[in-house]
């Protein structure tokens, strides 16, 4: 969800500042604090284009923590410092709060649009993960190829499409991609599931058409740094691996970021 600014003073406000013991200290420390917060919103969204998702206190004394649609950044309550980067605990094994709450964020997004994926479940599922998927792409296929090996181990796959080439024509944004009618013929299909097979087999999938999540697919691999297929995903949004990888080293790396 989308914050607008009165939302955004609101939510900061709650979580950024300490109220006064009496009702005439908290009335102006409050006015106050609205009014160097709005500065510090305006100030950060206008170095920072990126839509608000939620702003948060932050690990990091005086500071508060800005969720972005973009990642996390961390700036001070007046606005004249923006940190990026990641904010480790120091405690044993350095935990990554930073990676932590994006995921949690990239996880929602999964959640939303996990009934649009195809699904190759397995029957004794230990874990699951999310492939951005392209019928273009031979290391989809290769990673195709192994789904069932996936499936054995106790991982559920699911697929998302990404089509490479993006969803809409660059010289003509009313028209789609080659690769968008691919990714559309399999998920419009009566099986998808059968027609995803046939792709990566270079079978003929019949023409098809429906209303679909495809571009909210594309967007949401985007949101999550995509920018090659296939791109594997645990199912609370954290990165598994970038580009193919043997069934082995895969569920390694899987094991590493729960």
Known sequence: MKLNMKNMVTLALSVTFSLAANAEGVQVEKSQAEIVLQAAIDNFTKLVPIPIVAIEESPLPNMVQVVTEKGVFYATKDGKYIVAGNVHEAKEGLPNLTKARLAKENGKKITELKDSFIT???????????????????YCTKFHNEVEDFNQAGVTVHYAAWPRQGVYNQQNKTQYTGAYYKLENVWCAENPKAALDAAAHRANVPRSTCENTIPEQFALGLSLGVTGTPAVFSIDGQLVQRGYAPVDDLIKNLRGVK
């Open 120 to 138: 190759y479940k397995a029957e004794n599922e230990t874990s699951e993960i999310v492939v951005f998927y392209d019928t273009s792409c031979p």
